[in-house]
């Protein structure tokens, strides 16, 4: 029997779940919450999913197997957490919340009531971070040095329109788009124990940054920076360069994040490798090895669905934890304390 799935948020990324979920064998959309039942009426028509417009109610008409939320980040925490009193797997969108207080509560509440509680960050489901992680921790690679990324696009007016809440606290690039990078730069290079940060709202004028850039510190001595802004004219981003959405255009012989190492480095996700070959001998005035790892792909928010329908039967633990969700946040905090005190903040004491 399938498993009865209720979508929160059928906004931007909710109207791609829910047709991922009604694609998926092992599932079924049941319901859809909505502040905006007459907007997405013809939604829940086209996958014969009942809609609400309060959340509680649905919960006691209907009966749920697991519940994906991705409504607007201020919603996040209450939502969350009557999924979790309820003992219903969740699956979150990042981040957790806006606040760090309550990104915490969450945590704390689904190991308490042992609910098995995602993050949804699809990149951890791309097959080529793992491929680039196994490269970067090999013998082949050396210590690593230095990590320089890039997420940088225009993001147009109508994106703001529809979404008023993403020009407001709560919204932004930091907390919408940047935190997909912590997570990913915390699984590449390890944690990260101390950032120092600046940021820009010139450009849109919103009470929210569009452009900012991030110093930061690893735990194992690496250092690296990040380039965020969602006003630039450029390619250099996850979404372009993976080729991963078709919905964005595709640049994917083009690099997003330069990794370095004391024998090599890696451009991702065009996979591009450079290494000595005497590593013994290395010096600027050797030339390098060119390779390439081996690029597979898939589209990771189906990956992302089919492993939580996993977790919902038992089969399989979180790939992305509540806790892992939450240790982005804090790194997420630090950025936001860097920017508004002006200086180096430590995580780690």
Known sequence: MKKKILLIGPGLIGHKHAKI????????LDAIVTPNIDKYK??????????????????NERDFDGVVVSSPNQFHFEQAKVCIEHGIPTLLEKPLTSKINEAKY????????????LVGDHRLYNSL????????MSNQFGDIVSFDGS?????????????????????GPILINLIHEIGIMRVLCGDISRVSAFSSNKVRGFEVEDTVAVNIEFLNGALGTFMLSDTAASNKS?????????AYPSYTEDMSYHIAGTKASLDFPNMKVRMYENPSKASWWKSFTDGRLTKEYGDPLRIQINHFSKVIQGLEEPISTARNG????????????SIKEEKFIDLFT
């Open 42 to 59: 013809e939604l829940g028509e086209k996958y014969s999913a009942g809609i609400y417009s309060d959340l509680e109610i649905a919960l």
């Open 151 to 171: 997420a940088q696009f225009y993001k147009p007016a109508h994106y703001f329109k529809e979404g008023p809440w993403r020009s407001k606290r709560g919204g």
């Open 238 to 246: 996850w979404e372009m360069t993976t080729g991963e959405n078709p």
């Open 21 to 28: 979920i009604f694609e998926n064998e092992e599932l079924q």
């Open 129 to 136: 971070l793992y491929t680039a992680k196994k490269f970067i």
């Open 326 to 337: 939450y240790m982005n946040m804090l790194v997420i905090e630090a950025i936001q304390r």
């Open 106 to 117: 969450l945590v704390e509440l689904a190991e308490e009531k042992s609910v098995p509680f």
